[in-house]
C-alpha cells in the first residue's frame, strides 16, 4: 500500500503526470485547472521532472504545441478548463484524427454567458463528439489514479487515442484530500516509455495531418469511430492491472445499492458520492434506490450500461450541463438514446442540477427521487426538470 | 498511393491517415480544373523563373533552353504567374479555343 499524502487534488494530479514522466507540457492556466500546470511548472523548473515546460500565449496554442511534441514521439501533457477548452476547439478534434494519444485533464467550468468560475459539465460537453476518450472521476483518488492510467491508455498501439480526464472543478480540483499515492517504480513497470508507431522523423519522413479528398474522408471517420469504439478492452485492461497493483479497482459503469433497485439515479463525476448519500437515506426508508455512475463517457459503454440498468424501472439521470433548446441534458439523451433500442426498457426522467457552480446536497436527490417515482412535475412544454430552479 | 484513392477501405488507411511516401499531390491531378492556360512569348521572356517562382501548383517547369512552360496536368490557370512576369511575356489562352 501507498503512502497516504493530503494534499489539494490539483497538485495530486500533477503528481500523477510527474510520476508518469511527461516529456512535454504545453498550458496556458485557466481557473480551476491553474494550480495542476502551475505546480507542474514548479517541479519542471526544480529539476523535479525531466520535462519541456513550453509557456504558450492561449489555449489553441498549447494544444498545438501537444501535437507538434506528440507527432516527434514524446510523452506528452495539458490541462485546461472551460472557456480555455472552447479556445482550444479547434485542436480538440484534429488530436485524436491525427491519432496523436496525449493526456488532458480538464477541471470542468461552466462556460461563459454569464461569466462563472465554477463546475459544470457545459465545458466537456461542446467537445462530446471530437472522439477522445474520455473518463470522469468521482473523488482525488481517482484523478490521481485515472491521470496515470490515462497514458497508458491513450499510447496503447490498440488506441493511439488523447485521452481526456474530467475532474469537477473547485469541487475536485481545489479540495485536499488524503490521496494515496503510488512510488516511482511502481508506475516505471505499469507505464513504460511511450513507443510511437510513427513518428516525425527525418531518417524516415512522413506527411502529417494532409488533405483528404471526398472519396477518403468518410474512410477516415470511420477507422476514427473502429478505434475509439475499439479502445473499450484495452481500458478495461489497464484499469485491471492499475487494480491489481493498487487495489483501486475501476469499471466503465460504477454501480452503488442496485441490487433489486427499480429506481436508479444516474450521475457523471464527483456528483456520485453525494447521489451515494441520498441512496443510503433511502435505502434505510426501505425504498428500493440505487446509484448508476458513468465513469467512462468516449467509448460510450453501450453494454456495461444496459447490463447495470436491466431491472430498473426508473432511471433519473442528474445532467450538469443544459443543451439548450434540445431534450436538456446531454446525458439524459444519450442514456435515451442507449435504451431506445431494447424491447424492455425504463423510463428515463432528465433532471439538470449543479449549473454554474451550484451546489447540489443530498436532501436534493432525495426530492428529486420522490418528485420523479410521482410522475415528475407536470411542466408544460418542457422536457427535464431544473432541480432548485427559482420560478 | 499504391491504388486509386476511391478503392480504399478504412482499413487499409493509415494511422492518421499519415502519409509515408512524399509527392502524393502528383497524383491529383488538377489540370481540369483549368478555363484558361498561360502561353509564354518567348522573345519578350528573360528566363529569369519568376512565373516558376511563384507557381503555387509547382505546375511551371523549366525546358532544356532554359524558358518556361506549364504542366496540363496541373496547372489550375489560376493566372498568378502572368501577374507576377516582370516582362508581361505571358497571356493566357481560354481552353477549347
Given at each position: 500500500?501507498?503512502k497516504?499524502e493530503?494534499m489539494e487534488?490539483?497538485?495530486?494530479?500533477s503528481?500523477?503526470?510527474?510520476?508518469?514522466?511527461a516529456?512535454?507540457?504545453?498550458a496556458?492556466?485557466?481557473t480551476?485547472q491553474?494550480?495542476?500546470?502551475?505546480?507542474?511548472?514548479?517541479?519542471?523548473?526544480?529539476?523535479e521532472?525531466?520535462?519541456e515546460?513550453?509557456?504558450?500565449e492561449?489555449?489553441?496554442?498549447?494544444?498545438?504545441?501537444?501535437l507538434?511534441?506528440?507527432?516527434?514521439?514524446a510523452?506528452?501533457y495539458?490541462a485546461?478548463?472551460?472557456?480555455?477548452l472552447?479556445?482550444?476547439h479547434?485542436i480538440?478534434?484534429?488530436?485524436?484524427?491525427?491519432?496523436?494519444?496525449?493526456?488532458m485533464?480538464?477541471?470542468?467550468?461552466?462556460?461563459?454567458?454569464?461569466?462563472?468560475?465554477?463546475?459544470?459539465?457545459?465545458?466537456?460537453?461542446?467537445e462530446?463528439?471530437?472522439?477522445?476518450v474520455?473518463?470522469?472521476?468521482?473523488?482525488?483518488?481517482?484523478a490521481?489514479?485515472?491521470?496515470?492510467?490515462?497514458?497508458?491508455?491513450?499510447?496503447?498501439?490498440?488506441?493511439?487515442?488523447?485521452?481526456?480526464?474530467?475532474?469537477d472543478?473547485?469541487?475536485l480540483?481545489?479540495?485536499?484530500?488524503?490521496?494515496?499515492?503510488?512510488?516511482q517504480?511502481?508506475?516505471?513497470?505499469?507505464?513504460?516509455?511511450?513507443?510511437?508507431?510513427?513518428n516525425?522523423?527525418?531518417?524516415?519522413?512522413?506527411?502529417?495531418?494532409?488533405?483528404a479528398?471526398?472519396?477518403?474522408?468518410?474512410e477516415?471517420?470511420?477507422a476514427?469511430?473502429?478505434?475509439?469504439?475499439?479502445?473499450?478492452?484495452?481500458?478495461v485492461?489497464?484499469?485491471?492491472?492499475?487494480?491489481?497493483?493498487?487495489?483501486?479497482?475501476?469499471?466503465?459503469?460504477?454501480?452503488?445499492?442496485?441490487?433489486?433497485?427499480?429506481?436508479?439515479?444516474?450521475?457523471?463525476g464527483?456528483?456520485?458520492?453525494?447521489?451515494?448519500?441520498?441512496?443510503?437515506?433511502?435505502?434505510?426508508?426501505?425504498?428500493a434506490?440505487?446509484?448508476?455512475k458513468?465513469r467512462l463517457?468516449?467509448?460510450f459503454?453501450?453494454?456495461?450500461?444496459?447490463?447495470?440498468?436491466?431491472?430498473?424501472?426508473?432511471?433519473?439521470?442528474?445532467?450538469?450541463a443544459l443543451?439548450?433548446?434540445?431534450?436538456?441534458?446531454?446525458v439524459m439523451?444519450e442514456?435515451?438514446?442507449?435504451?431506445?433500442?431494447?424491447?424492455?426498457?425504463?423510463?428515463?426522467?432528465?433532471?439538470?442540477?449543479?449549473?454554474?457552480?451550484?451546489?447540489?446536497?443530498?436532501?436534493?436527490?432525495?426530492?428529486?427521487?420522490?418528485q420523479?417515482?410521482?410522475?415528475?412535475?407536470?411542466?408544460?412544454?418542457?422536457e427535464?426538470?431544473?432541480?432548485?430552479?427559482?420560478? | 498511393?499504391?491504388?486509386?484513392?476511391?478503392?480504399y477501405?478504412?482499413?487499409?488507411?493509415?494511422?492518421?491517415?499519415?502519409?509515408?511516401?512524399?509527392?502524393?499531390?502528383?497524383?491529383?491531378?488538377t489540370?481540369?480544373?483549368?478555363?484558361?492556360?498561360?502561353?509564354?512569348?518567348?522573345?519578350?521572356?528573360?528566363?529569369?523563373g519568376?512565373?516558376?517562382?511563384?507557381?503555387?501548383?509547382?505546375?511551371?517547369?523549366?525546358?532544356?533552353?532554359?524558358?518556361?512552360?506549364?504542366?496540363?496536368?496541373?496547372?489550375?490557370?489560376?493566372?498568378?504567374?502572368?501577374?507576377?512576369?516582370?516582362?508581361?511575356?505571358?497571356?493566357?489562352?481560354?481552353?477549347?479555343?
Amino acid at each position: 500500500m501507498g503512502k497516504r499524502e493530503g494534499m489539494e487534488v490539483s497538485i495530486a494530479v500533477s503528481h500523477a503526470v510527474q510520476l508518469a514522466r511527461a516529456e512535454v507540457i504545453a498550458a496556458y492556466p485557466i481557473t480551476p485547472q491553474t494550480h495542476i500546470v502551475e505546480h507542474l511548472s514548479s517541479l519542471v523548473a526544480n529539476g523535479e521532472l525531466d520535462a519541456e515546460y513550453i509557456t504558450v500565449e492561449s489555449e489553441h496554442s498549447a494544444l498545438s504545441a501537444c501535437l507538434g511534441s506528440m507527432a516527434t514521439g514524446a510523452r506528452t501533457y495539458t490541462a485546461t478548463s472551460s472557456q480555455g477548452l472552447a479556445l482550444m476547439h479547434e485542436i480538440v478534434f484534429i488530436a485524436p484524427a491525427m491519432r496523436l494519444p496525449l493526456v488532458m485533464s480538464v477541471a470542468n467550468r461552466a462556460l461563459s454567458a454569464p461569466l462563472s468560475i465554477w463546475n459544470d459539465h457545459s465545458d466537456i460537453m461542446g467537445e462530446r463528439d471530437a472522439g477522445w476518450v474520455q473518463i470522469f472521476v468521482e473523488n482525488g483518488q481517482e484523478a490521481f489514479d485515472h491521470t496515470v492510467c490515462a497514458f497508458k491508455i491513450a499510447e496503447d498501439h490498440r488506441v493511439l487515442l488523447p485521452t481526456i480526464v474530467n475532474l469537477d472543478g473547485f469541487i475536485l480540483s481545489h479540495v485536499v484530500e488524503a490521496i494515496e499515492m503510488v512510488d516511482q517504480a511502481t508506475v516505471d513497470r505499469f507505464l513504460p516509455p511511450y513507443q510511437p508507431l510513427i513518428n516525425l522523423n527525418p531518417k524516415k519522413p512522413v506527411t502529417m495531418g494532409g488533405f483528404a479528398m471526398p472519396e477518403l474522408y468518410t474512410e477516415a471517420k470511420m477507422a476514427h469511430q473502429m478505434a475509439l469504439a475499439g479502445s473499450y478492452d484495452t481500458i478495461v485492461e489497464v484499469w485491471k492491472e492499475w487494480g491489481d497493483l493498487t487495489g483501486r479497482h475501476y469499471k466503465p459503469v460504477e454501480t452503488y445499492q442496485t441490487q433489486g433497485a427499480k429506481v436508479l439515479l444516474l450521475t457523471m463525476g464527483s456528483l456520485g458520492e453525494i447521489a451515494e448519500l441520498a441512496v443510503d437515506d433511502l435505502r434505510a426508508k426501505g425504498e428500493a434506490v440505487g446509484l448508476v455512475k458513468l465513469r467512462l463517457w468516449r467509448p460510450f459503454p453501450f453494454a456495461d450500461f444496459r447490463a447495470a440498468v436491466a431491472d430498473a424501472e426508473l432511471i433519473v439521470v442528474i445532467d450538469r450541463a443544459l443543451s439548450v433548446g434540445g431534450p436538456g441534458g446531454p446525458v439524459m439523451a444519450e442514456i435515451r438514446n442507449a435504451l431506445y433500442p431494447l424491447d424492455k426498457r425504463p423510463q428515463v426522467m432528465g433532471y439538470i442540477a449543479g449549473l454554474g457552480g451550484r451546489d447540489v446536497p443530498p436532501g436534493e436527490l432525495i426530492q428529486v427521487v420522490k418528485q420523479a417515482k410521482a410522475g415528475g412535475p407536470a411542466v408544460a412544454g418542457r422536457e427535464f426538470q431544473m432541480v432548485g430552479l427559482r420560478e | 498511393m499504391s491504388k486509386p484513392i476511391e478503392q480504399y477501405t478504412w482499413q487499409e488507411l493509415t494511422l492518421g491517415c499519415v502519409m509515408t511516401e512524399p509527392g502524393s499531390a502528383r497524383e491529383y491531378k488538377t489540370g481540369d480544373w483549368r478555363s484558361q492556360h498561360p502561353v509564354w512569348d518567348r522573345d519578350r521572356c528573360l528566363r529569369c523563373g519568376v512565373c516558376w517562382m511563384f507557381c503555387p501548383d509547382a505546375a511551371i517547369y523549366e525546358t532544356p533552353e532554359g524558358y518556361f512552360d506549364m504542366l496540363p496536368d496541373y496547372c489550375k490557370g489560376c493566372g498568378i504567374c502572368g501577374k507576377e512576369c516582370v516582362t508581361g511575356c505571358i497571356s493566357y489562352v481560354p481552353e477549347g479555343s
